[in-house]
């Protein structure tokens, strides 16, 4: 074994030990090359956050199970519904495969970002446990504002939207009223949570088994765009196979406004996210550092390059003006171009559908357990009811907390605005969190520039990921051409997740720093074991002498 294989494996303990007895928490651990003893157990502080955690479910998750998790996470909605709505506001598919290439190589940037965090801090939670790690005064913050954007803004809605209109679509109904798509995307998101609640080792084969049939699908569908290319069959293309994709026309029409840029790569952002599921769920990963890097390197490489094809099948079978026209349902256009009305407008819509439904199993499944840990730490009302994995050996009360938003979110906004909407709103989120990690890291790297690091990322990506992130940020506020006519306002959503964060900060001080100076008293942590095993922290009050 080569001794960069045995730094990576230093980080790993054992299976959990007898919850019962603390001191068995004590673990031996060799840094370097020198047999340094860290005597001191694993606990919820976030000074330990460098030790690894065994989650008291154990660690069920091998490498084809970490691969699909993410895969099945990244290869959802977003491929078989953006294209047709990135295509509508950029105007060109030359414009269009470009984000799609842009989007791509920023995602390694962050991806970078994330695999030196994820190395150096193998634990679940992934953004909450870095941020926490990295930002710890003001004291709860970091945790504060992780802990708001998760509960409120950690929908799983869009794809139960994305199941709703196809499986409506396959039945019939092109144009469904308003209250069967959201019927039938609450009933999805209902029985998704309850199989991952009651049947929780059903819940991980099943995800694995529709992970691949996921990946089949995108194939199929890169191989059917070969078909046309080679056998020249009739699918109503009134200008022949290959015209839309000449050089001419390829760039025609595109919209260079940087504002409509940016809110059209939060669409392809939203398709490519996904590679950080796994760090939500490390501590139920097998050798989760090395699992880490190889799993989540391996998916974006796969990812890029069936997203790049397919959106080439997309051009070369569905004509541009229906492809703009088409919201959601650009993959039900192309099957039904191809195969025809019948079996392509409605048996392989009910596979998209299918689709939707294995990335809602992997996204619940990834975000019940973010949200777990989130209780874990004493920051929600009734923590240890929802830090619990009782009576069926899973996170029910995380499920719980990612049902309750993601079912408003669902319900509330009219339908034919929901699934963007969701989109550019977890987008903006999603945007912010990262600047504050790229940020995080270089400043943890000047404060402690010598924590164990298996991984360490470039300082070019990370300028990168800096650089963009910010532009993405102001783009929003940049007006578009056209003169706003009404609907809503184009920043709408990055208003939304600016309040959100000041929001939080608002809740953060009046809970922790006004309300403990009137009533005289400290929050402090307090460390408890339920009887399932697991360790949790109390946020009690300690009264000012």
């Given at each position: 074994m080569t001794a960069n294989s045995t730094d990576e494996r230093l980080p790993l303990l054992p299976d959990t030990p007898d919850p019962s007895d603390r001191t068995s928490y004590a673990t031996t651990r060799a840094i370097d090359d020198d047999a340094t003893t860290h005597k001191d157990a694993p606990t919820r502080s976030v000074e330990d956050d460098v030790l690894p955690e065994t989650?008291?479910?154990?660690?069920?998750l091998n490498w084809?199970?970490?691969?699909?998790?993410?895969m099945s996470r990244i290869i959802g909605s977003g491929i078989f519904a953006t294209p047709g709505t990135i295509l509508q506001a950029v105007g060109s598919p030359g414009l269009s495969l470009l984000l799609w290439v842009i989007g791509a190589l920023v995602t390694a940037a962050g991806l970078a970002i994330l695999l030196e965090y994820g190395s150096m801090l193998p634990r679940s939670g992934g953004h909450k446990v870095y941020l926490e790690y990295t930002f710890r005064r003001p004291r709860f913050l970091a945790s504060t504002l992780v802990a708001i954007n998760a509960v409120l803004l950690g929908f799983t809605a869009s794809n139960c939207v994305i199941f709703s209109q196809y499986t409506l679509y396959a039945a019939g109904h092109v144009h469904p009223n308003e209250a069967a798509q959201k019927y039938v995307a609450v009933a999805?998101?209902?029985v998704v949570t309850a199989i991952h609640a009651v049947t929780p080792k059903f819940g991980i084969k099943l995800q694995n088994f529709l992970g691949w049939v996921k990946i089949g699908i995108v194939i199929f569908m890169i191989l059917c765009g070969l078909y046309v290319v080679v056998f020249r069959p009739d699918t109503g293309m009134p200008q022949g196979v290959e015209a839309q994709l000449t050089w001419d026309s390829l760039w025609q029409d595109s919209n260079w406004n940087w504002g409509v840029l940016c809110t059209a790569l939060f669409k392809v952002f939203y398709s490519y996210s996904g590679l950080e599921n796994i760090s939500n769920v490390l501590n139920e990963v097998k050798d989760p550092v090395r699992t880490l890097r190889s799993v989540t390197r391996t998916a974006l490489v796969t990812a890029c390059i069936m997203y790049f094809l397919i959106n080439i099948a997309y051009f070369l079978v569905v004509p541009l003006d229906e492809i703009k026209g088409s919201g959601a349902l650009i993959a039900a256009l192309f099957f039904q171009r191809i195969f025809g009305t019948r079996f392509g407008g409605r048996v392989l819509p009910l596979v998209v559908a299918l689709s939707a439904f294995g990335n809602v199993l992997v996204v619940v499944f990834a975000m019940a357990r973010l949200k777990h840990e989130i209780a874990r730490q004493g920051f929600l009302p009734f923590s240890?009811?929802?830090s619990s994995t009782k009576p069926f050996s899973s996170p029910v009360g995380g499920l719980i907390v990612?049902?309750?938003?993601?079912?408003?979110?669902i319900v509330l906004p009219p339908s034919d605005k929901i699934y963007s909407f969701i989109l550019e709103v977890e987008g903006y989120g999603g945007q912010i969190t990262g600047l504050a990690i790229a940020v995080g890291l270089l400043w943890l790297r000047y404060k402690q520039p010598d924590l164990h690091r298996p991984y360490?990322?470039?300082?070019?990506?990370?300028s990168v990921k800096l650089a963009l992130t910010l532009a993405l940020l102001v783009a929003p506020f940049v007006p578009p051409k056209e003169k706003?006519?009404?609907g809503l306002f184009y920043a709408t959503y990055a208003i939304v997740g600016i309040a959100t964060v000041l929001v939080s900060m608002v809740y953060w001080y009046v809970w922790t720093v006004l309300i403990p100076r009137w009533w005289g008293y400290s929050l402090e942590e307090e460390e408890a074991t339920l009887v399932d095993g697991t360790t949790i922290t109390k946020l009690v009050h300690k009264t000012l002498q």
């Open positions: 989650s008291t479910l154990g660690r069920t084809n199970s970490s691969y699909i998790l993410v999805m998101l209902t240890d009811v929802l990612n049902y309750v938003p993601s079912l408003l979110i360490k990322a470039s300082l070019f990506a990370v706003y006519t009404g």
